[in-house]
């Protein structure tokens, strides 16, 4: 393949993952609903009709900027998605369009048109059906939520007719000419003018004046040249393009250039283009799959007509165009004809599409889209219109996106599903991810009992969850668990590579000059196509020009360090340098003074091995051998955050980001993070190999550091969020409220200011406080944690709160070690608004040591960490002044001392709560004692001084507990605590108002039930015999009309007829 020889870079980009789509199926006649295609139960078959085949893109310049459409492969159904970068005036949000053709019907793939005039797409294509499918779409539609469309209202923004008998003559290509006109060439060489009155309406068809057809006739029965195909004729027209305000330009299979008068449908210039090729060419006819063959150009009151021919050889031919009042005439170039140099010679490449620029009276420029079975190739070149040299600028390979994030898997248990969940949802579409899921659901669940089952278990996780759990529930070798894992994402990962080279192909290309980008449409997605940075051209070995931005150090330089370092990276496997990445990872602030040592083991552990004596001899002549190898480093160190302005964009007031652009700065950020970091990665192995006693060196190794890990960081944040990207946008948008304008020059200034707040500490601290925020603390892993090393007040804090979850000892003991350095903390502004997201959770700051406590004593408690919370709830009590107002701390300390059942502290507790609130706490008390089994343990408590409010207490218990059963547990608790106390009397009477509720709800008795009532009876009596004084042998009974007196014969009485009643 190709190799990139130049300075273009690519992206891939995902907007439609999430940008909602929303679909409107079209009636097969005007008041019918459509019939709904069925789908396949085939996951690979449903995916690949999805996959895009025709597509291009319609500037559009009013809410949107552009419009893409894509036809699907099914051919049954098409996409509108509306592109737009920035949003200057409006701030909307939204949505692609999708509409779905009836079962059986399809779109003739080429004649498909689509236009954009005064606030309206227009949409016009013949149906399988031969009739022609009109849409007047507005461009409210694309607003989210807003659109109108809908299949019983079709009459209103759709129509069908059939001005022609298109199965007479077959159509081939469709094309627009103005709102109400469009041109149709045909398969036998004829073309026809379709007008209408306005949108909506039925066309008026016009032949055009030319002996085409009559010629195709001829060819049936004389058959010359190398062309034929039974359903097209040589003469048929390929590419059809709208020329000045009057005229037509057309292209035919057999080289035949034609412009047309549109007044009079008349050739008013033909020029067959066999004359201007060579001999090798000229009998040879164009692929006719190639339908972006005419392509014009206006540049200083000039207009520039550019063919391409696809043919064994591609031939660009450049025009001039002179248009007088009724004439047209071609004027050529002395060297106006361009041949592409293919990408390679091994294989058979068509140029898909291409794009070109007059840059000035004698320059141009053009873009190829090359491609060859799955793989595409873009070429830029510089072209001269006074020589006609084509120097290629830069050439950049298409293939399956490849992804440094590989190489931090260091082939541990435990990071084998984190690994390739990060590679994939990293590289892949959505679409290809949950299609190989489904695919590897069937195969697992060949069952479909069991299928059914487990799709309605898994439905309500996440997709990532999905396919852990899948590939985890079908491991074969449980006792090799990391090879049988390994092995299962690769399959997965190769199944998703699979999908994507067959189905992502490059379809075609349109170039944005605002700002400053190349937009690709691809089967799946879109690619970006811009410059490439410096560090972009040094990692791949390619030479940096003047065009780059380059200062304190010369260009030379940096081309021989970029070779220096390609070539000592490549002594070391990939293995080796991801240990070496995550290792680096590890050094901690706090081993600032040691850097030497750490340089040393570094060398020894892992470059030692591997590299000779010669080798080092070698690196050390090449770093000679740079004037000012020193000054390149340190340029390359600087570059990324110091070679952009940081001030705000005025030139343009964006009013809002939009799904585009925050995709574009998503993809961008991390592809240059990922680049940064692998350039930075490279430096530090020559630094740890150098002389590491020189302050230079070491000191540059210090700074190469603090960059790697700046870069780590945004990766570990993206990694993160790669499955939603709006969450890496809500904290960049948290960092920078007002939206900047997105092209192709702001995105390196806005990568510079997001490492300024990297390397500030900001990024780290708004990553984690959006997290946090969000609660989900499974994205807040240790990979991200290392980057808060620094022991300020914040850092602590954060430390602190993520460790709360997984780790809730350690955060306890975080939060008890730096107690006061985060209690005293006053939060400056800039501190109080990163962590604006978690506000409630400073309360931490700047209070006393005692509310410090309480509120961690709330922290711990609510996530159901009881016994820490005690911990903190009795800190909190330690720390409280003397006369200070401790209830809140006490009220802790009792009510969590119940929740892990310490009952001691929970009734030392008790001992010291406000009065008023010990009423409350007795009750909790008592209620969770006997929860457990447990009531008979409250006698054993010294309530001295309490004794009314206990028996106020137990009273209530036995007067409001309606239920038997649990009322006996209070009655025998109010008999011992009155009996412990020698209240002899109000022990008795407890036990009677148990008798007398039994009697009263239970007039028949069994026999259990009235053996309790014996012994209760009997207990009575023998406590009041303990009486010496006869007349103090009586209890008072508790009775709604009142309070009775009974005396002990009374009682005695009630006792035997109770016996007697039994009997």
Not at 537 to 556: D, F, G, R, V, Y
Not at 885 to 911: G, I, K, P, R
């Amino acid at each position: 393949m190709a190799q990139s020889i130049g300075s273009l870079a690519n992206i891939y980009i995902r907007p439609n993952d999430n940008l909602p789509v929303y679909s409107i199926d079209i009636p097969l006649e005007h008041n019918n609903v459509s019939e709904k295609v069925k789908s396949s139960v085939d996951p690979e078959d449903n995916f690949k009709r999805q996959v895009t085949v025709v597509g291009g893109f319609l500037e559009i310049d009013n809410v949107l900027h552009k419009l893409n459409y894509r036809i699907h492969q099914s051919l049954d159904s098409f996409e509108l998605v509306p592109i737009t970068l920035n949003q200057t005036v409006t701030n909307y949000d939204f949505q692609a369009l999708r509409f779905q053709l009836p079962q059986d019907i399809t779109i003739q793939e080429k004649c498909f048109s689509i236009q954009y005039s005064a606030g309206e797409v227009l949409v016009d294509f013949i149906s399988s059906k031969n009739t022609i499918v009109s849409l007047n779409v507005s461009l409210q539609n694309f607003i989210k939520d807003k659109s109108e469309l809908t299949s019983l209202n079709f009459h209103t923004w759709g129509f069908i007719s059939a001005p022609y008998s298109f199965e007479v003559r077959n159509p081939f290509l469709l094309r627009s000419l103005t709102g109400n006109e469009l041109i149709l060439s045909l398969r036998d060489g004829g073309l026809l003018q379709l007008s209408r009155s306005k949108e909506l309406k039925t066309f008026h068809v016009t032949i055009f004046n030319d002996t085409s057809y009559l010629d195709s006739l001829k060819l049936k029965f004389f058959r010359r040249g190398k062309f034929w195909n039974e359903n097209l004729s040589p003469k048929a027209i390929i590419s059809i393009l709208p020329f000045a305000e009057n005229y037509l330009a057309t292209l035919s299979i057999d080289k035949i250039l034609r412009i047309w008068n549109l007044n009079t449908r008349v050739v008013v210039l033909e020029r067959n283009l066999s004359n201007e090729l060579p001999d090798s060419l000229a009998k040879d006819y164009l692929d006719s799959s190639v339908t972006n063959l005419l392509q014009k150009k206006n540049f200083d009151n000039a207009i520039f007509l550019s063919v391409s021919l696809p043919l064994s050889e591609n031939v660009i031919i450049l025009y001039s165009v002179i248009l007088s009042e009724d004439t047209v005439s071609l004027s050529n170039f002395e060297n106006h004809i361009i041949l592409p140099i293919k990408p390679d010679t091994g294989n058979l490449w068509l140029l898909q599409d291409y794009a070109f620029l007059i840059t000035g009276a004698t320059s141009a420029k053009f873009w190829f889209l090359w491609r060859s079975n799955s793989f595409s190739v873009i070429h830029q070149y510089d072209f001269s219109l006074d020589n006609g040299e084509l120097s290629i600028k830069s050439a950049l390979d298409f293939t399956t996106p490849k992804s440094s994030l590989k190489e931090e898997f260091n082939g541990k248990v435990e990071q084998v599903d984190a690994h390739y969940v990060t590679r994939i949802f990293n590289l892949y579409d959505k679409s290809i991810i949950s299609t190989v899921y489904e695919i590897f659901e069937r195969l697992y669940y060949v069952d479909n009992f069991v299928f059914e089952k487990e799709l309605t278990k898994s439905s309500t996780y996440s997709l990532k969850d999905r396919i852990v759990n899948l590939l985890h529930s079908h491991l074969t070798n449980k006792d090799s668990n990391l090879y049988d894992l390994g092995s299962q994402w690769v399959k997965f990962d190769t199944t998703c590579k699979e999908l994507w080279d067959t189905n992502n192909e490059s379809l075609s290309i349109n170039l944005d000059l605002e700002n400053d980008m190349l937009y690709v449409l691809n089967g799946l997605n879109y690619s970006i196509v811009r410059d490439a940075t410096v560090f972009e051209l040094i990692l791949s070995a390619n030479p940096i020009t003047s065009s780059q931005s380059i200062t304190k150090t010369s260009i030379e330089d940096l081309n021989q360090l970029s070779t220096l370092l390609g070539d000592y990276s490549s002594s070391f496997p990939q293995s080796l340098l991801s240990e070496v990445a995550e290792k680096l990872m590890t050094i901690s602030e706090n081993e600032k003074n040691k850097t030497t040592l750490v340089m040393n083991e570094l060398f020894q552990k892992y470059l030692q091995s591997y590299i000779s004596k010669q080798q080092i001899t070698e690196l050390l002549s090449g770093l000679s051998g740079i004037e000012n190898v020193i000054e390149s480093v340190e340029f390359l160190i600087s570059y990324p955050e110091s070679s952009y302005h940081f001030e705000e964009d005025t030139a343009i007031s964006v009013s809002k980001r939009t799904e585009w652009g925050e995709e574009i700065l998503f993809r961008e950020f991390q592809s240059r993070a990922l680049v940064h970091k692998a350039v930075f990665l490279n430096l530090i192995l020559v630094m740890i190999t150098v002389d590491n006693s020189n302050e230079i060196i070491v000191t540059l190794f210090k700074n190469l550091l603090k960059s790697f890990k700046h870069n780590q960081l945004v990766l570990e944040a993206m990694k993160r969020t790669s499955e939603n990207p709006p969450i890496f946008a809500s904290i960049f948008r948290f960092l920078f409220p007002k939206p900047h304008n997105i092209n192709g020059n702001s995105i390196a200034s806005l990568f510079s200011r997001l490492l300024k707040e990297v390397r500030d500490g900001s990024f780290i601290k708004a990553t984690i406080s959006h997290l946090l925020n969000q609660n989900d603390y499974t994205l807040l892993g240790p990979e991200l944690m290392v980057h808060l090393q620094k022991a300020t007040p914040v850092d602590v804090f954060l430390k602190a709160m993520v460790a709360i979850n997984s780790k809730p000892e350690e955060s306890k003991e975080i939060f008890q070690r730096n107690d006061t350095l985060i209690s005293k903390h006053i939060l400056t502004q800039h501190e109080s608004w990163l962590l604006s997201p978690i506000e409630s959770l400073t309360v931490l700051f700047n209070v006393s040591l005692t509310e410090y406590y309480n509120h961690l004593t709330e922290f711990f408690s609510t996530r159901k960490l009881h016994s820490i919370a005690l911990s903190m709830a009795l800190r909190a009590v330690e720390s409280s002044a003397p006369g200070e107002d401790d209830h809140v701390q006490q009220w802790n300390c009792f009510t969590l001392a119940l929740s892990v059942e310490n009952y001691e502290l929970a009734y030392s507790a008790t001992q010291n709560l406000k009065p008023e609130f010990r009423k409350k706490a007795l009750k909790q008390f008592i209620l969770a004692l006997m929860k457990n089994g447990l009531l008979i343990k409250f006698i054993n408590y010294d309530f001295t001084g309490s004794f009314e409010l206990i028996n106020e207490v137990l009273q209530e218990f036995i007067d409001t507990t309606p239920n038997l059963e649990a009322s006996l547990k209070f009655h025998k608790l109010a008999y011992s605590w009155r009996l412990k106390v020698g209240d002899y009397r109000g022990a008795c009477e407890s036990l009677y108002q148990f008798i007398d509720k039994q009697r009263s709800r239970l007039p028949k008795m069994t026999e259990s039930e009235s053996i309790v009532l014996v012994e209760f009876y009997l207990i009575i009596i023998n406590l009041l015999f303990t009486f010496s004084n006869a007349d103090d042998r009586w209890i008072l009974a508790r009775q709604k009309a009142g309070n009775k007196l009974l005396i002990l014969p009374a009682l005695q009485q009630e006792y035997q007829d109770l016996i007697s009643s039994i009997s």
